[in-house]
């Protein structure tokens, strides 16, 4: 079995990184993960993050960044990055009365992603269910990515919501082939509710997703809950225990 570059999007722990933000972080390397992807940075100076990321060896893959601060904070926003020592800034989601004109909002998206590259970075976009409706017969996260330049923007896929959205899952994972470099890897209770869920206990064929990324091209992998219905602590070292039991980590 092929190990993954296994990490956690900290927005599951949102709660406990607001009360303890580099406690909490001492606290996923522990359960075993060997990354994270950032929501953003709490009151902590990216130096201290830093030096404590390296101190207990944990890489800073990437981090979700608003598109209010792309658009007009950019340059802060890579220095940070490039002082913290992420390889992806993503843009992780769009405000309601954001949500039109999406073919603009790529063109935007791909200037700011040249910017990000001509600092050695990479832009990406990451999706909920609401950019799988239909613009002209194309999903609007289609149109978003439509330029085809993995350089400029790539994709962040979320299974949970790629299966929210009633889109078949590995098809499109596989139609982005060379253009994922992260994923999400969540979990949905197989009830009416459809909530989120531990890795490994719902509805969704994660270890098929997962082989599906890999020959995609995804490097890193994240697992995120967006709502624990237990302790979060708790549901992302379940989550992790899926993941070593399937040989994964």
């Given at each position: 079995m092929t190990k993954l570059s296994l990490g956690l999007q900290l927005y599951t722990l949102r709660s406990e990184m607001e009360s303890d933000f580099l406690g909490t972080l001492r606290k996923v390397k522990e359960i075993g993960y060997a990354g994270v992807e950032f929501?953003?940075?709490?009151?902590e100076s990216v130096e201290t993050i830093k030096q404590l990321l390296r101190e207990i060896d944990l890489k800073?893959?990437?981090?979700?960044?608003?598109?209010?601060?792309?658009?007009?904070?950019?340059?802060?926003?890579?220095?940070?990055?490039?002082?913290l020592g992420c390889t992806y800034i993503v843009c992780p989601w769009l405000e309601p009365d954001a949500r039109h004109h999406y073919a603009e909002l790529g063109q935007q998206l791909e200037v700011i992603g040249a910017t990000c590259r001509?600092?050695?970075?990479?832009?990406?976009?990451?999706?909920?269910?609401?950019?799988?409706?239909?613009?002209?017969?194309?999903?609007?996260?289609?149109?978003?990515?439509?330029?085809?330049?993995?350089s400029l923007l790539s994709l962040e896929l979320d299974m949970y919501w790629v299966t929210y959205a009633g889109v078949p899952?590995?098809?499109?994972?596989?139609?982005?082939?060379?253009?994922v470099p992260l994923m999400h890897v969540?979990?949905?209770?197989?009830?009416?509710?459809?909530?989120?869920?531990?890795?490994?206990?719902?509805?969704?064929?994660?270890?098929?997703?997962?082989?599906?990324?890999?020959?995609?091209?995804?490097?890193?992998?994240?697992?995120?809950?967006?709502?624990?219905?237990?302790?979060?602590?708790?549901?992302?070292?379940?989550?992790?225990?899926?993941?070593?039991?399937?040989?994964?980590?």
């Open positions: 929501a953003g940075f709490g009151n800073p893959i990437s981090s979700h960044v608003p598109i209010n601060r792309l658009l007009h904070d950019l340059d802060r926003v890579i220095e940070e990055h490039l002082e001509d600092h050695g970075l990479t832009l990406c976009y990451h999706h909920h269910d609401f950019e799988f409706d239909k613009i002209d017969d194309r999903y609007a996260l289609d149109v978003i990515l439509a330029r085809q330049d993995a899952l590995l098809p499109y994972i596989e139609q982005y082939q060379g253009r969540k979990d949905m209770e197989d009830t009416a509710e459809r909530a989120f869920a531990p890795v490994g206990t719902g509805q969704i064929p994660i270890d098929e997703a997962i082989q599906a990324g890999l020959r995609a091209g995804v490097k890193w992998f994240f697992v995120e809950q967006d709502v624990c219905k237990d302790d979060p602590i708790e549901s992302i070292t379940r989550s992790y225990a899926y993941l070593a039991s399937k040989g994964f980590v």
